[in-house]
């Protein structure tokens, strides 16, 4: 079994931060790719960034000047870093992770983490 498991959302005013982290756990032989994807309240789940194993990311363009992905490949742990937060930030926040078990990767999510900006 292997399990994501967020944390760090919250309440927080526009213009604020959030720092959010994600741990995977279980048994696990290999990961590839985390990263961060976000559901807001009727619309589709969309991309925040993902980072690979060797620390290259990739971000939404809306994103990329405000948020900060990074990783600690010791502790299967990836991390979202969120700076002047906006209400349209306000979504479920998603971790996931490509992970090897046995020989064959697959695709992993968190349970989520509720983010709320507003005044």
């Known amino acids: 079994q292997v399990q994501l498991v967020e944390s760090g959302g919250g309440l927080v005013q526009p213009g604020g931060s959030l720092r959010l982290s994600c741990a995977a756990s279980g048994s696990i032989r290999s990961i590839t790719t985390m990263g961060w994807y976000r559901q807001a309240p009727g619309k589709q789940r969309e991309l925040v960034a993902t980072i690979t194993s060797e620390g290259s990311a990739n971000y939404a363009h809306s994103m990329k000047d405000r948020f900060t992905i990074s990783r600690d490949n010791a502790k299967n742990t990836v991390y979202l870093q969120m700076n002047s937060l906006k209400p349209e930030d306000t979504a479920v926040y998603y971790c996931?992770?490509?992970?090897?078990?046995?020989?064959?990767?697959?695709?992993?999510w968190g349970q989520g983490t509720q983010v709320t900006v507003s005044s």
């Open positions: 996931y992770a490509r992970i090897m078990r046995t020989w064959v990767f697959d695709d992993y």
